[in-house]
């Protein structure tokens, strides 16, 4: 099956500073590719849709100045949280879909763990 | 956005047992997708089962199976013969026309040894 690595798993900052997450479809290419919040207990709430060599679509609500999205590969997404708060502390994961369509499915990553001290 | 609820916070089963989770969502559209994503311990988001909207048959994988009820804009889950490893967080969701998954709150099921 379609694999997604996220790079880091979990990763601890201090406030103030930026974090990258990497988000990669391993035996596939990805036209969109999606990020995701998830608090503890709590369902997944989509922060923006990126597709390859275009900027990334954030929902409403979404700071796009903080949560910087870019695909620059079909196989490569980056989630980069600047200048980061405790708030921002939380579970980020991404998905990719091999082909735009309505029936082509996502496929998740393991999810990274974030931790703003 | 579409509105998918979950009204089942917490559900217990006894293994070997079937359990039912429910589903329901709100929608204008004709075409879509309906999931299941099993969310374990290890937060990784496994596809249990997946139904398309156009499809009149209920869509079975193994001990798992939905019933879609479209009219009523329902699609509940049903795991039968309940095993320790189902216990997990389960969503639902929902796929329509702009590609975007819409999640339900999730229901926490425990399974009793």
């Known amino acids: 099956g379609a694999v997604v690595s996220q790079h880091p798993s979990w990763v601890i900052c201090k406030s103030g500073t930026s974090v990258k997450i990497e988000c990669r479809s391993l035996d596939f290419q990805a036209t969109t590719m999606f990020w995701y919040r998830q608090f503890p207990k709590q369902s997944l709430m989509l922060m923006a849709t990126s597709n390859e060599g275009s900027k990334a679509t954030y929902e409403q609500g979404v700071e796009k100045d903080k949560f910087l999205i870019n695909h620059a590969s079909l196989t490569l997404s980056t989630l980069t949280v600047t200048s980061a708060h405790p708030e921002d502390s939380s579970f980020y994961i991404c998905?990719?879909?091999?082909?735009?369509?309505?029936?082509?499915?996502?496929?998740f990553g393991p999810g990274t763990r974030l931790t703003v001290l | 956005a579409q509105t998918v609820t979950q009204s089942q916070p917490e559900m217990s089963v006894q293994e070997a047992e079937t359990v039912t989770l429910s589903c329901t969502y709100d929608t204008s559209e004709s075409d879509y997708y309906l999931f299941w994503y099993k969310q374990p311990p290890s937060r990784q988001m496994i596809l249990v089962i997946r139904q398309e909207a156009y499809k009149q048959q209920n869509a079975t994988e193994n001990r798992f199976s939905v019933n879609f009820q479209k009219a009523a804009k329902s699609f509940s889950l049903k795991i039968s013969d309940s095993q320790l490893g189902d216990a997990a967080m389960y969503f639902c969701?929902?796929?329509?026309?702009?590609?975007?998954?819409?999640f339900g709150a999730g229901t926490t099921v425990t399974v009793r040894a």
């Open positions: 969701a929902y796929r329509g026309t702009d590609y975007k998954l819409s």
């Open positions: 998905s990719a879909s091999p082909l735009a369509g309505l029936y082509n499915e996502q496929f």
